[in-house]
Every structure is written in structure tokens, then in C-alpha cells.
């Protein structure tokens, strides 16, 4: 079944726009070019909206639900569209289900949820994937109808499931060829502002001319959608997702190879955003685009460019943005309360939060009573502390908008680094308390200083934490915990066999994996590996053990890990947040 | 407060090479005196650069855009006296424009900066001059700083004419402009030290610190001292060349 884009007349109004995508991001997929099973798993195009593909969807109930919202004659080629490809997929003996599923997917995730901007992509153990994928996608069906409806409600997280589902167990390398890109647009039409962010580079390029006429495209799809009162959540074209955050005047849309669901991707670009808001707040982004239309971002947003690219690389890296949570330096439970302590001195109604931070992970928080912090801020303020060098040599005084807190208002942030790791933090209301939080920061060194605990945190903020080694687990590789009552994770240094790039990202993706589905226990076992995903309702746990070990030994260790980190908890946890 | 009578000697480390011609001192008050200073400019033209080869005789390549504003302080001699330069070192992205008020409001002196390869930054500087002029406190003593001269000077000895390619503010422009507005004039190199020293120095030299002996500086805000009868306040003249001291 081959598929020539240009000879379908169907085609024709859209059909420029069309090939943009498609030849970009997937040069295969041009002209009568045949799929190669083997090397194109995922191919598929889904244009989800509007009646799409209706002799495709087959029974699929959610293509009732949905064909109703819309019409239109550009949506014929949408349709003609997805049909080609999906007919192309068929051609390709792709069990028909999978795709369906996949449009489901996108359609379910009707909910909020977040983006992302990576962009490694598969081109490692194609054949075993391919594997792995059809045994998944038999597996799961009859959960697929279950849980159809259900899955309207519960969160974009449980939704996506699918998607990884099939993907899981693709090992990525870290090549791209073509960067992920967010962008902002505002909704009326005018581009508010492009760049992209790939990862793995740290520039955020300023190379517009190359993504600009995409911008125009991703626009009048954005548009077409909006005019039908509806949103456009997802593309998929071949190898690439499009996922779209459409949040009042910006538009942001993440374009990943990764094997990263929708949701997964949609709350990266949530964070991106949450980003941009903590520089401008919703109150002055909203008046900007009303008193000019087509006011470009950038200039605004000068000078955040690092936090935009060091939060989209941390995205790839740490767990905790995905996990929803944070991770604090192992350190006594003494000790930790000491400075805790040492905190509560300076407590005034100035201040609002105040914090001991370093490399990204929490030593100490102090809040005030009814006011926790939520890890997204947190989030966001580490990002912050981290991705820039100037808070380095010099106390700084910047005001920060902490959307989970208040997205209208800025708080304003005492930063500076009492040692050469550790960032002390001094979140207040008022911005002209500049000098008692200046004051405030002195008493505190002195005090920490006093009693020793300075250098304490600063060994334990060098250490790299602890090794697998220090648990004394038989057969496991590694580990991930996260306690969902303190919202916090844990988790130990990579061991060297178990270091590279790849195998951490391979592995975070397999416990995404079980993390987005409404699994309570997920065991997978793959040439390389077992993977255990556990969650219960106070904890999730994902751990890795080697590819032999038996189910029996498995639970065993994994009752052992649990043990162990029940007994350092204290330690590992901060368990109770002092208040003032 | 005639020049020949001032005369400044730098506790931080010292670059500038200048004749220093000791004058007796008058009084021996060594309690410092505190000078709230503030650096305003388009981003990018070096203020946080400027201020760190004043604080810490240092200089970083590819340095970050500062967040919000930077506070570093530095002691300096001034004759008799010493000096506490408190320094809010502002961003100058477009949006935290808003917050420079709370930095300017009480300050004595600010520096503009603007960067001499890029005539775009001599605009911001004005706009920031008539900024505080006015709203800031009325005798503000403001000095413009063109930066980054060591991108335009030759770098062989003699003049080529090619060197001076990448200048896009020519001196007698600027100088010009801050003769008219008042201001201290300088030209600096925060990346070889050229100049950054006679900044602080002639700012110095020119706030009338007997009257700002004020125990609470910080809280000088409006109705500040002003400035001794027969001080000219515009000083458009070079005074790192013209003036006869130095630190």
C-alpha cells in the first residue's frame, strides 16, 4: 500500500502544510516510499479531531464521542490524511488495534496535562522492540475497553499508558536530528514567539528561520481547532509527536522522538510554562497580548533563556519532574533538625518560605503554617538557583512568580550560597525586605557556624548520596522511591554498569511506564533487565534488577529494599517541614 | 570641593596607575561612609562585569544575565575617609524594568552603562538618564560608562584605523551628550580594568560626603544633602584625565 501524498486530490487545500510535517519529521514518509516494519515501528499519523478516519476507527467508541464536535472542509483532508497513513500502517501488518488505540489515547487525553522537549529517539534493538510491542499491545486490550471510559477521569497520567506501552523497552540513543521545539503562540493567530529547546544542546537556538515556517503551520492547524471550539492535544507523524498546551494567549507545542507519552510531554510543557510564568505571571502575560496582539515574548522573557533550556534538560534527567516530587539531601535526621532549628530564628512575617538548597535536592524547608510549597514551585525555584551562575559570587534580590502558589503575584527571593554548595533561600512577600533578609542570612551562618552544622550540610550536600552497594540488596541495579505522603523520591547514584545515558533513560521510561498506568504492580523482564514497578498507597517503587532473577528472589529483595528505607527514612525524608 | 583637593586611595585591589598626591588629611573620621550605587544600562553591556572587576578585580567571559538585581558592597579610601560603596547591580532585561525604582529611590549615585559597540545601548542609557532625572533623588550623582572599549582599541601599538571598526558610539558623541546632561563621563573596560576604578573614584569624589555622614544611609531617600555651593553639577569633562587625581 503505498502512499503519494502529493497525487491525492484530497489533499490540496492543506496538503503543503501537510508535507512540512510530514517530510520533516520523518523523511520517510514522503512519496511512494513503502514503510519498513522493522525500522518505522511507530509510524502512524493521527490527526484526532473532528470525525477522523471513520473507517478506521472501526468500533471505537471514542470516535463517536468525538466526531461530533466538529465539521468543516479542511477536516476532509485531515481525514484523507490520517486515512493514508493509517492505511499505509495496515499495509505494513501492523495489528490494526494498536493504531486505533493510539488515536484513542490522544482523544482520552482530552484533561490537562504536560510536554516535553526531548527529543532522543529510537535507533537501538529495533527488532526486540518490535517484540516486546506486540506482546504488549495483545496483553492489554481488554483493559483498553475497560478502562475507556474511566480514563475521561482519571488524569492525563493513566491515559497514556498506551503509547508507552507500545514503546516501552525502546532503548534511545541520544541522537536527534531534529530538535523538540515549544512554542508560544497566541491563540488569535500571531505568532507570539518561537524557539526551540533541544535538550541536548544548551542553546535555545535562535534559529527562527528554520523553524519559522512550521510556526505558521502548527499555527493554522492550532487555529483551525479553535475555530471549531475545540483544542488539538496531539500529533503523531511517524516517529514524531506534536503535543500541544494551548494556555490563553501562548501556545507551546513540544515535537519529540522520545518514547514519551502525550501526558508525559504535556506536563513538560506545563512546567515550561509554569517557567514562563514565574517570570511575567499570568496577570502581566494576560495584559501584554491584550494591549498588543502581537507583542513578541522575547523580549520579555530576555535572560531566562538558560531556565528554559537547563529545565527542559532536567526534564530528560530527573525523575522528579515526572514523579511529581522533590528529593532531599541524605543527611541525620540530627543534623537536619539542627538547621531546621537554626532556621526558625529568623522567622518573621516577612518571610514566607525559607530554604536550604543545593543540586537541586532540599537539605531543609521552612514554611509557614497553611502555606506548603508545591514540589512544581519547587521545582521551578531549584531550577532557578541551579541555571544560573550569578546567584554564585553575590546575594541577589529577584522577584519570582510561584504559579501552585499564587500565578498572579510575585513573591520576591533572597538567594544566596552560604557555602560553595549550599544556596540559602529567603522567599518573602514584600520586596523591600531586602535588608532584614540580608541580616536574617548573617544570624543564620553565624548560628549554623556556631554549632558546626555548616560544615555538616556542606559534606553531606558534596557527597554523591549513597550506592546500591549500601543497601546490601542481592541483584538489584537500581532504584527509584517515592513516598507519596512527603511527595519527596529517593534514589541512589548510578553504578557505573549502570551509568550511560541510555540505560538511565531506558529505565526511567519503563517505570513511567508503570507509573501512568492505573497499575498497582508492573514486572517486566527483557534481555537486559528486570524491571519491578510497585505502587501502593503510600509509595511508588521502581527498581531494577538483573534480567535472571526470579520472581520469588525478586519479592524477597525488594522487601528488603523497602525494610531498609523504612529504617532510614528519617534520613532519606524530610518528614516534617518545621512551620513558623 | 575643587579636584586638586580630593584624592582617592582604593583598599580593593587597585589597577588604575595614577599619580597619588598624598594630602594631609583633615579629619580622621575612618567610620565608613555609606554610598548607595546603582547600575542601570541595556542588558548585556556589562554592569555585573564592571562591578565585579571593581569588588573582586575579576572578570568571567560569557557571564549570565543577572536575576533581579545583585548587592555586593566594597570599601573604598577617599582621602581621609572610607567609603562603602553599597551596589545594587540591576538585570537589564526589559522586565525588570519595573523594579528599578526600588533600586534607584535611595541612591546616590548610579552608573549607566552602555556599551560602546552597540549604539542601541547609548539610547537605553539615555532613557535611563532621564528616568533619574527625573524621579530619582535629585542630586543622584550619575556617571555613563561606555564599556567594552577593549573590543575597539588597536591592538598594536599605533592607530589602525580597522580597530576602531566595531565602535559604533564615538567618544566626542557621548561625551558630548554627558557634558549637556551632566553627567560623569567615562569610558571603560571591565574585561582589561581599563577605566573602572576612576569610575567609583570620581563618583566619589563628587557626592558630598560631609553632609551624608548620616548614621542611617540607607534610609537617605528624599531631600537628600545637596550638593556644596559652587560645585558645578554637570562635569562633562573626562575627569580620569582631566581631573588631577586619582586613586
Known amino acids: 500500500m503505498s502512499f503519494s501524498l502529493p497525487k491525492s486530490p484530497l489533499l490540496s487545500p492543506m496538503s503543503p502544510i501537510m508535507e512540512d510535517i510530514l517530510s520533516d519529521s520523518n523523511s520517510v514518509i514522503t512519496s511512494d516510499e513503502p514503510y519498513s516494519p522493522t525500522l518505522q515501528p511507530q509510524r502512524k499519523f493521527g490527526v484526532y479531531k473532528t470525525k477522523p478516519t471513520t473507517q478506521l476507527s472501526l468500533s471505537v467508541p471514542s470516535t463517536k464521542a468525538y466526531s461530533s464536535s466538529s465539521a468543516g472542509s479542511s477536516v476532509k483532508s485531515f481525514n484523507a490524511i490520517s486515512n493514508l497513513l493509517d492505511s499505509s500502517i495496515n499495509g505494513e501488518s501492523r495489528p490494526k488495534e494498536s493504531s486505533v488505540d493510539d488515536y484513542l489515547l490522544e482523544i482520552m487525553n482530552r484533561s490537562n496535562s504536560a510536554p516535553s522537549t526531548d527529543n532522543e529517539y529510537l535507533t537501538f534493538c529495533k527488532g526486540f522492540v518490535d517484540k516486546q510491542k506486540r506482546n504488549f499491545t495483545s496483553e492489554p486490550e481488554s483493559d483498553m475497553s475497560l478502562d475507556f471510559d474511566a480514563r475521561h477521569e482519571i488524569d492525563s497520567d493513566s491515559s497514556i499508558e498506551w503509547i508507552d506501552s507500545h514503546k516501552m523497552s525502546n532503548g534511545h540513543s541520544n541522537n536527534h536530528d531534529m530538535p523538540a521545539i515549544p512554542i508560544d503562540e497566541e491563540y488569535s493567530g500571531y505568532r507570539r514567539k518561537y524557539g526551540h529547546e533541544d535538550p541536548q544542546s544548551v542553546t535555545w537556538y535562535g534559529d527562527e528561520s528554520r523553524i519559522s515556517s512550521y510556526m505558521g503551520v502548527i499555527q493554522a492547524i492550532v487555529s483551525f481547532f479553535v475555530d471549531a471550539e475545540d483544542s488539538l492535544r496531539c500529533i503523531n507523524a511517524g516517529n514524531h509527536k506534536f503535543v500541544f498546551l494551548l494556555k490563553g494567549p501562548l501556545y507551546l507545542v513540544a515535537v519529540s522522538r522520545t518514547n514519551e507519552s502525550e501526558s508525559q510531554l504535556r506536563e513538560q510543557l506545563n512546567y515550561l510554562y509554569n517557567q514562563i510564568l514565574s517570570v511575567l505571571t499570568s496577570t502581566q502575560l494576560t495584559k501584554i497580548y491584550e494591549q498588543r496582539m502581537n507583542f513578541d515574548l522575547r523580549r520579555l522573557l530576555g535572560g531566562t533563556e538558560p531556565f528554559l533550556d537547563k529545565l527542559a534538560n532536567s526534564m530528560s534527567d530527573e525523575p522528579g519532574f515526572m514523579l511529581g516530587s522533590i528529593q532531599c539531601v541524605r543527611m541525620s535526621k540530627e543534623l537536619r533538625d539542627k538547621v531546621g532549628n537554626i532556621l526558625q530564628i529568623v522567622k518573621s512575617k516577612d518571610l514566607l518560605y525559607a530554604m536550604l538548597i543545593t543540586n537541586n535536592k532540599l537539605i531543609t524547608l521552612l514554611r509557614l503554617k497553611k502555606h506548603s510549597l508545591h514540589s512544581a514551585d519547587l521545582h521551578l525555584v531549584f531550577n532557578m538557583v541551579n541555571g544560573s551562575s550569578t546567584f554564585r559570587s553575590v546575594e541577589s534580590w529577584t522577584p519570582i512568580c510561584l504559579p501552585k502558589f499564587n500565578n498572579k503575584g510575585f513573591l520576591h527571593a533572597y538567594v544566596c550560597y552560604i557555602t560553595a554548595n549550599v544556596c540559602l533561600l529567603l522567599i518573602s512577600p514584600d520586596k523591600d525586605k531586602f535588608f532584614e533578609l540580608s541580616d536574617a542570612k548573617n544570624t543564620i551562618v553565624e548560628q549554623l557556624t556556631a554549632c558546626d552544622a555548616l560544615q555538616g550540610i556542606e559534606a553531606a550536600s558534596q557527597s554523591e548520596g549513597y550506592s546500591i552497594a549500601d543497601i546490601g540488596v542481592a541483584g538489584l541495579r537500581h532504584f527509584i522511591y517515592k513516598s507519596k505522603t512527603c511527595l519527596q523520591y529517593t534514589s541512589p547514584a548510578f553504578l557505573a554498569s549502570y551509568n550511560n545515558p541510555r540505560e538511565k533513560r531506558r529505565y526511567t521510561h519503563d517505570r513511567m511506564h508503570s507509573r501512568v498506568r492505573p497499575l498497582k504492580v508492573h514486572y517486566y523482564v527483557s534481555p537486559s533487565e528486570t524491571i519491578l514497578g510497585w505502587i501502593t498507597a503510600t509509595f511508588e517503587l521502581y527498581a531494577a534488577f538483573g534480567p535472571l532473577i526470579s520472581k520469588t528472589a525478586l519479592t524477597n529483595s525488594s522487601l528488603v529494599l523497602l525494610k531498609w528505607i523504612k529504617k532510614e527514612e528519617e534520613n532519606l525524608f524530610i518528614m516534617n517541614s518545621p512551620v513558623f | ?247
Open chain 2, 1 to 247: 570641593m575643587s579636584n586638586n583637593s580630593r584624592q582617592g586611595t582604593a583598599e580593593s585591589p587597585a589597577r588604575a596607575g595614577g599619580e597619588s598626591n598624598n594630602v594631609p588629611s583633615q579629619n580622621n573620621n575612618l567610620k565608613p561612609v555609606q554610598v548607595k550605587l546603582v547600575l542601570l544600562g541595556e542588558a548585556a553591556v556589562g554592569k555585573s562585569s564592571l562591578v565585579l572587576r571593581f569588588v573582586n578585580n575579576e572578570f568571567q567571559e560569557n557571564k549570565e544575565p543577572t536575576i533581579g538585581a545583585a548587592f555586593l558592597t566594597q570599601k573604598c579610601r577617599l582621602e581621609d575617609k572610607v567609603i562603602k560603596f553599597e551596589i545594587w547591580d540591576t538585570a537589564g532585561q526589559e522586565r525588570f524594568h519595573s523594579l528599578a525604582p526600588m533600586y534607584y529611590r535611595n541612591a546616590q549615585a548610579a552608573v549607566v552603562v552602555y556599551d560602546v559597540t552597540k549604539s542601541a545601548s547609548l539610547d537605553k542609557a539615555k532613557s535611563w538618564v532621564k528616568e533619574l532625572q527625573r524621579q530619582a533623588n535629585p542630586n543622584i550623582v550619575i556617571a555613563l560608562a561606555g564599556n567594552k572599549i577593549d573590543l575597539v582599541q588597536p591592538t598594536e601599538e599605533g592607530e589602525e584605523e580597522s580597530a576602531e571598526s566595531g565602535r559604533q558610539v564615538p567618544t566626542d558623541e557621548a561625551k558630548a551628550y554627558a557634558m549637556e546632561a551632566g553627567l560623569l563621563f567615562f569610558e571603560t573596560s571591565a574585561k582589561k580594568g581599563d577605566g573602572v576604578r576612576d569610575v567609583f573614584t570620581e563618583i566619589a569624589k563628587k557626592i558630598p560626603l560631609e553632609l551624608m555622614m548620616s548614621p542611617r544611609p540607607r534610609q537617605i531617600v528624599n531631600g537628600g544633602p545637596s550638593p556644596l555651593p559652587g560645585l558645578p553639577r554637570a562635569n562633562g569633562q573626562n575627569p580620569g584625565q582631566n581631573s588631577g587625581c586619582s586613586c
